[in-house]
T-cell receptor, first 112, second 114 residues
Framework: EDQVTQSPEALRLQEGESSSLNCSYTVSGLRGLFWYRQDPGKGPEFLFTLYSAGEEKEKERLKATLTKKESFLHITAPKPEDSATYLCAVQGSGGSNYKLTFGKGTLLTVNP | DTGVSQDPRHKITKRGQNVTFRCDPISEHNRLYWYRQTLGQGPEFLTYFQNEAQLEKSRLLSDRFSAERPKGSFSTLEIQRTEQGDSAMYLC????????????FGSGTRLTVV
């Protein structure tokens, strides 16, 4: 069974203070690792898909990286508007190769 | 296209009542998914449609839950004889065959069973 563990559960940063969120996973054949952002009361918003170890993707202040066991979401010089819950999910190549298995998320708060 | 639409946004119902939610996916997406999310948890997979065919149902989906996608367009999720444990956010998502853009989620329907 695919599993995703995210850490920390919550992270509080000052504006401009860079940091990283961790996503550890076990999956039977990785088809893709996904990062989503979720604001309160809303559905997850797609950020990145990573497919293989060593891959990196960037979007504004966010950079996602992938190894064989974990992924990191690096946040550079965050702003208060980056405050949200960040979700990591994996898609495996097992029997149900279309569904996503999510972690519990990291609640990020950026103080001005 | 305005993305994935879900209706209603909020639903409060008494225990034992039946409720139905609707999802309108992105028109060119042939795949549709239902997920459930409770407070402090990530979304959990419930069921998956490819066009009008329901290809998988999670063990989480008891016999009180049924989903349909007539003609491969919009989808409905019905919960019969609701229980307090059914209180959650019900999320619909759609995708095309390419995973490059991930799944597009709707804003969800928040169900409260009192």
């Amino acid at each position: 069974e695919d599993q995703v563990t995210q850490s920390p559960e919550a992270l509080r940063l000052q504006e401009g203070e860079s940091s990283s969120l961790n996503c550890s996973y076990t999956v039977s054949g990785l088809r893709g690792l996904f990062w989503y952002r979720q604001d309160p009361g809303k559905g997850p918003e797609f950020l990145f898909t990573l497919y293989s170890a060593g891959e990196e993707k960037e979007k504004e202040r966010l950079k996602a990286t992938l190894t064989k066991k974990e992924s990191f979401l690096h946040i550079t010089a965050p702003k208060p508007e980056d405050s949200a819950t960040y979700l990591c999910a994996v898609q495996g190549s097992g029997g149900s190769n279309y569904k996503l298995t999510f972690g519990k998320g990291t609640l990020l708060t950026v103080n001005p | 296209d305005t993305g994935v639409s879900q209706d209603p946004r909020h639903k409060i119902t008494k225990r034992g009542q039946n409720v139905t939610f609707r999802c309108d996916p992105i028109s060119e997406h042939n795949r549709l998914y239902w997920y459930r999310q409770t407070l402090g948890q990530g979304p959990e997979f419930l069921t998956y449609f490819q066009n009008e065919a329901q290809l998988e149902k999670s063990r989480l989906l008891s016999d009180r839950f049924s989903a349909e996608r007539p003609k491969g367009s919009f989808s409905t999720l019905e919960i019969q004889r609701t229980e307090q444990g059914d209180s959650a956010m019900y999320l619909c998502a759609s995708s095309s065959s390419s995973a490059d853009y991930g799944y597009t989620f709707g804003s969800g329907t928040r169900l409260t069973v009192v």
